[in-house]
């Protein structure tokens, strides 16, 4: 299977706690993206990446968020001293940057992870 | 700042019956119009993509089309495994993130 994958699934911690979640993107895709999803709304963008550089966050982005993607290739994005609020769906998605200076990017999604804080 | 709007929020049709759900939006400067299916517990499935008013795209009983202002999204006499949250999202000229609609929710009764 070449789609995004994620990992884990499912977690569920207490609040204060910190998580860590992964993302594998399409092997041959520059952009990397994080999203975050709760019941009943559609994603919102979180931060996203090119290659290794982190290109633009969002300002939903708090200082207990940080998003890595240390060789280019996969991405961790990791929330310290969780809150309840935090629970949510994350999502990550990736895409092929090409088109020069009009470019066109389909972002395709992996499963997600599901967060719940206690 | 981009907003997209998407109704209804929920639509029950009987298998066989025909219709539309809209997606408006405002963006500045449009670099792409995008609809995802995405069922429960799953990430959103990439379905099309839309760049200029006028486009139309086609796939099995979906169909999406684009104006300047709203895009929608058709479905020719659906069947029960139609069933999911639909997804609108754009993309503007200046950033590469995508900002997405709320979604309708589409119940298709055998």
């Known amino acids: 299977d070449t789609g995004v994958s994620q990992n884990p699934r499912h977690k569920i911690t207490k609040r204060g706690q910190n998580v860590t979640f992964r993302c594998d993107p399409i092997s041959e895709h520059n952009r990397l993206y994080w999203y975050r999803q709760t019941l009943g709304q559609g994603p919102e963008f979180l931060t996203y990446f090119q290659n290794e550089a982190q290109l633009e966050k969002s300002r939903l982005l708090s200082d207990r968020f940080s998003a890595e993607r240390p060789k280019g290739s996969f991405s961790t994005l990791e929330i310290q001293r969780t809150e309840q609020g935090d629970s949510a769906m994350y999502l990550c998605a990736s895409s092929f940057l090409w088109g020069g200076e009009f470019s066109y990017n389909e972002q395709f999604f992996g499963p997600g992870t599901r967060l719940t804080v206690l | 700042e981009d907003q997209v709007t998407q109704s209804p929020e929920a639509l029950r049709l009987q298998e066989g019956e025909s219709s539309s759900l809209n997606c408006s939006y405002t963006v500045s400067g449009l670099r792409g119009l995008f609809w995802y299916r995405q069922d429960p517990g799953k990430g959103p499935e990439f379905l099309f993509t839309?760049?200029?008013a006028g486009e139309e795209k086609e796939k099995e009983r979906l169909k999406a089309t684009l104006t300047k202002k709203e895009s929608f999204l058709h479905i020719t006499a659906p069947k029960p495994e139609d069933s999911a949250t639909y997804l609108c999202?754009?993309?503007?000229?200046?950033?590469?993130?995508?900002?997405f609609g709320g979604g309708t929710r589409l119940m298709v009764k055998p």
């Open positions: 839309l760049y200029s």
């Open positions: 999202a754009v993309r503007n000229n200046a950033g590469n993130m995508l900002t």
